[in-house]
């Protein structure tokens, strides 16, 4: 059974930082890529930063290039997301995600496993 556990999540005022942790177990292939997604109220799901597994090459969509960076460690299972200069408009729950075979995709129909989500408010 697949699991992803994020922690980390909360509220900050705006220029603040927070760091989000995702704990991964139960996944039966390796996947070509992981990452956070998220989704503000209102919005739809859109993905923020994705990690190639194998080599731990980074991506991000624009928005966040700068302030945020993934990061991985193969020997805990964990995937990292520290967030810096806070915007009012990272406001989301943001998910960890494993995506499906041969996929590193900024869309939703990429994910195979979704984690519960955490809360990240930002405040001006």
């Known amino acids: 059974q697949v699991q992803l556990v994020e922690s980390g999540g909360g509220s900050v005022q705006a220029g603040g930082s927070l760091r989000l942790s995702c704990a991964a177990s139960g996944y039966t292939y390796t996947p070509r890529c992981m990452g956070w997604f998220r989704q503000g109220s209102g919005k739809e799901r859109e993905g923020v930063a994705l990690?190639?597994?194998?080599?731990?090459?980074?991506y991000y969509v624009d928005s966040v290039k700068g302030r945020f960076t993934i990061s991985q460690d193969n020997a805990k299972n964990t995937m990292y997301l520290q967030m810096n200069s806070l915007k009012p408009e990272d406001t989301a729950v943001y998910y960890c995600v494993v995506e499906k075979i041969g996929y590193c995709s900024w869309f939703p129909n990429g994910v195979n496993y979704w984690g519960q989500g955490t809360q990240v408010t930002v405040s001006s």
């Open positions: 990690i190639y597994f194998r080599d731990g090459t980074p």
